[in-house]
């Protein structure tokens, strides 16, 4: 059985694409070996796609206000205890200009799904980005909009939308979610927006609640069906005050094989080495990018308000992860032989075209 999840891997490896049963039988299956084989691969993988260049994004978490509940999240509405902030326009803009000062040319908004923030508003934010820096690539991550405020931001100038799937079995997302909340109107969401021709990202955590090997295999086939161009993946890791406050968090090991199996799926993907794998071992980043990750986004937010955007406990916001800490994100790089890219940092064309 061992050997058959090493072929597996070698198979997709080779471009062969995957049933779920299949991806199924590598994660159930996989030994240490065929775990090691797979971020070996996945690691040659990036390099043959993106040599020894790690691509940088700057994060603004510009609002923590949101309208949903997810069980899972520390900024959800029923969250009493989270202390609520919205940036300014013009506080956005000194985040992109600090940002643009060390080096970054894609600036992810992220926030919470907060009403104040309308189409309008919105579009002034990317609007005034593209004015003042042409060359500077927009990415949002603000949850589940209508297709007619999808086309208005994109054609304000957003060129990237992140909205992860967060689980692709329908039993597992009323699991994470209250009964409002629905799979199929975020598989629309994700449609339209490329559609529309956003360069688009899924993702899921690995190891929330009453996740099984099912779901994850399920997650690997439709990132396989989908062809994203960015994944963000990441472990859970609970928040105390939401309901699962009293979970474990998911695993390092998983979450580096799922990294891998996605690079392996899809050679060309933008993949985050994420905060979430970098604040559950000091070594997350690098172990990230060393299983096939390519991109790590430090925080840009004000220093004053980003323990407020607090997803998860212990969220790591300092050195490495931090815009600020540029510097010490360079030298951890250097030991694995990589280097950050100052550029928008798009993929290779084939992938964006799709
Ligand atoms: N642990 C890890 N990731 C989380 N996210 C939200 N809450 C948590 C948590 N407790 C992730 C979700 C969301 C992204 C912005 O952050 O997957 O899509």
């Known amino acids: 059985m061992g050997e058959n999840a090493r072929e597996l891997i070698q198979a997709l490896a080779q471009g062969k694409r995957l049933s779920t049963a299949e991806y199924l039988h590598i994660l159930n299956e996989a030994n240490d070996q065929d775990r090691e084989l797979a971020r070996d691969l996945a690691n040659r993988m990036r390099i043959a796609q993106y040599g020894d260049g790690i691509f940088i994004r700057g994060l603004v978490e510009f609002t923590n206000f949101c309208k949903n509940d997810c069980f899972y999240c520390g900024i959800r509405r029923s969250n009493q205890d989270a202390v609520r902030y919205r940036l300014t326009l013009s506080q956005i803009m000194e985040c992109l200009e600090q940002g643009y000062a060390a080096g970054f040319r894609t600036l992810v908004l992220q926030g919470g799904e907060d009403v104040f923030f309308t189409d309008g508003k919105m579009c002034e934010i990317v609007t005034s980005i593209k004015l003042r820096h042409p060359d500077v690539a927009v990415t949002l991550s603000l949850g589940e909009r209508s297709y007619g405020s999808y086309r208005r931001l994109r054609e304000a100038g ?197």
């Open 158 to 354: 957003a060129d990237r939308y992140l909205l992860r799937h967060e689980t692709a079995a329908e039993w597992h997302y009323a699991k994470l979610h209250p009964p409002v909340q629905q799979l199929a109107t975020r598989l629309e969401c994700l449609r339209n927006l490329k559609a529309l021709g956003y360069q688009v990202g899924c993702g899921m955590m690995v190891g929330s609640p009453y996740q099984t090997a099912e779901c994850l295999a399920a997650d690997l086939s439709f990132i396989q069906e989908f062809r994203p161009q960015m994944v963000g993946l990441g472990p859970f890791i609970p928040h105390h005050s939401t309901p699962f406050a009293k979970q474990p968090p998911g695993s390092v090991e998983t979450t580096l094989l799922l990294l891998s199996l996605v690079r392996l799926t899809l050679p060309k993907v933008l993949l985050p080495a994420t905060t979430a794998l970098a604040t559950l071992h000091p070594k997350g980043r690098l172990m990230g990018i060393l299983a096939g990750a390519n991109v790590i986004m430090p925080n840009l937010s004000p220093v004053s308000q980003r323990n407020h955007y607090s997803l998860y406990d212990n969220k790591a916001n300092s050195g490495a992860e931090a815009a600020e800490g540029l510097a010490i994100l360079s030298r951890e790089l250097e030991t694995i032989h990589c280097h950050i890219v100052i550029g928008r940092g798009d993929a290779p064309n084939p992938l964006i075209s799709n």
